[in-house]
């Protein structure tokens, strides 16, 4: 019997997995993992010095960045830049605009968006920032929220995704990693161990970034299902539910980004409207919109304030706490997103890309605070349901409270649940192809990565959020997961500015096919 020849034309269009980067970076998250579990007194000491040094020491680094970011992204937007296609002139979008959104957002905020769109306010009205007296803090609360998801942290996203886009699609490197989108700054040393050093710090922080979304997914949903059958919580429950998530995960990650990933966007979509349209048309509709459009007015004119205009002399605890670490979780988790939107955007122009995640990112985020949060906030004054009382004792009860106060009561909470699910895996999903497309050494245009090196990063994804929800203590739990996504974010920064420089000297050393370009479009 003769074997079947080698074609070596097919091998070398066959995505290459980057063995190294894949050893280091599955590596330290499973060795991280271990010593919070077998050292989890010491661990929740280092985990809040780390915070507490982090946000207080980096604070100005991250209150400037949230500056540059949006300003540069707009001048990019409304120069010549925007006209350059992503990808052959004439081919048209890989997605329907409703699609691509839809995978945008689902991407970039999942589950966490329904936690926080309900009951941040509370904790902004229990700590107001800039000191403000009481009948001033529940403004300042109910519009602090939708600025953390705003503009500000859409633009974080978008930065990464226009440097990676310019390189996969227009300069045509190999694959869509952020080593290559580096290549003009590391020149030869992309392949050798500066180039995968960032791969492996980019996957490690993904992981880290990731388990603070999914460390607050679960108990969401394990909170749901304790409401609806009347039982016990236990930690058995959370880990059913982390289970549930990865094999999700796992199914969607397998099939691959259009019959996958794409669908399931596509069904967490509908679901959230189906949930925030019930909402206001089942709540106080006129309520939920005064106090919306009150609450953006009142966002637009204090935005220098929260910016951090005139930090650290004014507000600098509450921006500490919640300012950092919002821009620092946004920029954990933006090159993960970048190199989706990149992945997702091929035939679209630079200008489409920029203002697509800049307006839907943000329109989507501001929605879910104005109902949910406004509806919450409603609850709270008019019918007296004290869910600050409950918010102490327990954040995640706190949002399946105002849930169940709707009019089908607990029988909301399947569709809720649904949500919560497909929320977390469309995000999650979409990681560990990210973190399978990062971990490949050449990635054809037209093809995915390795189908079990994506199902691999799907269940690790799992790991490190069980190792931080075993620390118990909520308030051990938040400040983790916190921390997970501020450490995360500080060599991310520096890869950050590295894809930037990297973009202006791509664009200067293709300026005369870049001038084609333009004057073609």
């Given at each position: 019997m003769t074997s079947k020849p080698v074609n070596r034309s097919d091998?070398?269009?066959?995505?290459?997995?980057?063995?190294?980067?894949?050893?280091?970076?599955?590596?330290?998250?499973?060795i991280g993992s271990a010593m919070l579990f077998l050292f989890e007194?010491?661990?929740?000491?280092?985990?809040?010095?780390?915070?507490?040094?982090?946000?207080?020491?980096l604070g100005q680094v991250f209150i400037h960045a949230g500056m540059i970011a949006p300003a540069f992204l707009l001048l990019l937007a409304l120069s010549p830049f925007r006209r350059l296609r992503l990808g052959p002139e004439g081919e048209p979008p890989q997605h329907s605009t409703i699609s691509w959104a839809g995978m945008i957002f689902s991407t970039g905020i999942g589950t966490t968006v329904l936690y926080w769109g309900t009951?941040?306010?509370?904790?902004?009205?229990?700590?107001?920032?800039?000191?403000?007296?009481?009948?001033?803090?529940?403004?300042?609360?109910?519009?602090?929220?939708?600025?953390?998801?705003?503009?500000?942290?859409?633009?974080?996203?978008?930065?990464?995704?226009?440097?990676?886009?310019?390189?996969?699609?227009?300069?045509?490197?190999?694959?869509?990693?952020?080593?290559?989108?580096?290549?003009?700054?590391?020149?030869?040393?992309?392949?050798?161990?500066?180039?995968?050093?960032?791969?492996?710090?980019?996957?490690?922080?993904?992981?880290?970034?990731?388990?603070?979304?999914?460390?607050?997914?679960?108990?969401?949903?394990?909170?749901?299902?304790?409401?609806?059958?009347?039982?016990e919580r236990s930690f058995t429950f959370t880990l059913l539910a982390v289970i549930l998530i990865i094999a999700l995960i796992s199914i969607s990650v397998s099939m691959g980004l259009e019959r996958g990933i794409k669908r399931l966007s596509n069904l967490n979509l509908s679901l959230a409207f189906l949930l925030l349209g019930f909402v206001y048309l089942a709540g106080p509709t006129e309520e939920i919109t005064r106090q919306g459009l009150r609450s953006i007015l009142f966002m637009v004119t204090h935005f220098p304030e929260m910016i951090g205009w005139y930090y650290p002399e004014q507000n600098k605890g509450f921006t500490e706490q919640w300012t950092v670490f919002y821009w620092a979780w946004w920029i954990a988790f933006a090159p993960f997103v970048g190199l989706f939107i990149c992945k997702i955007s091929r035939g679209r122009t630079m200008g489409q890309l920029i203002w697509g995640v800049l307006l839907f990112g943000t329109l989507g985020c501001t929605l879910c605070f104005v109902i949910l949060g406004g509806y919450a906030s409603f609850l709270e004054d008019q019918t007296h349901l004290a869910l600050i009382d409950t918010f102490a004792d327990n954040p995640h009860a706190a949002v399946i409270q105002v849930i169940t106060s709707l009019p089908l009561g607990k029988w909301i909470l399947p569709l809720f649940f649904l949500l919560c699910l497909s929320f977390a895996a469309t995000t999650y999903d979409s990681a560990s192809y990210t973190l399978a497309a990062a971990g490949t050494a050449r990635l054809p245009v037209d093809q995915d990565p390795a189908r079990g090196h994506r199902v691999l990063w799907a269940i690790a994804l799992g790991i490190l959020p069980l190792a931080i929800l075993s620390l118990g203590q909520k308030n051990d739990v938040l400040v983790a997961l916190q921390t997970a996504s501020v450490v995360v974010a500080v060599p991310m920064i520096v890869v950050t500015l590295l894809m930037v420089f990297s973009l202006l000297l791509d664009v200067r050393k293709h300026g005369v096919s870049t001038r084609r370009l333009l004057e073609d479009n």
């Open positions: 091998r070398a269009t066959r995505p290459q997995i980057d063995g190294l980067v894949l050893a280091v970076s599955l590596g330290v998250t499973v007194g010491k661990g929740v000491e280092i985990i809040n010095a780390l915070f507490h040094w982090t946000t207080t020491r009951i941040e306010w509370i904790g902004y009205v229990q700590a107001p920032p800039f000191e403000a007296p009481s009948d001033r803090a529940k403004e300042w609360a109910m519009s602090y929220g939708m600025f953390h998801w705003g503009l500000v942290g859409w633009a974080f996203y978008a930065l990464p995704a226009v440097c990676l886009s310019f390189a996969y699609h227009i300069r045509q490197a190999p694959s869509p990693s952020l080593a290559q989108a580096c290549a003009p700054v590391l020149k030869h040393r992309v392949t050798t161990w500066p180039g995968r050093s960032i791969n492996a710090i980019f996957m490690i922080g993904l992981i880290g970034s990731a388990s603070t979304g999914i460390g607050l997914t679960t108990p969401l949903m394990t909170e749901s299902v304790v409401a609806f059958f009347g039982l």
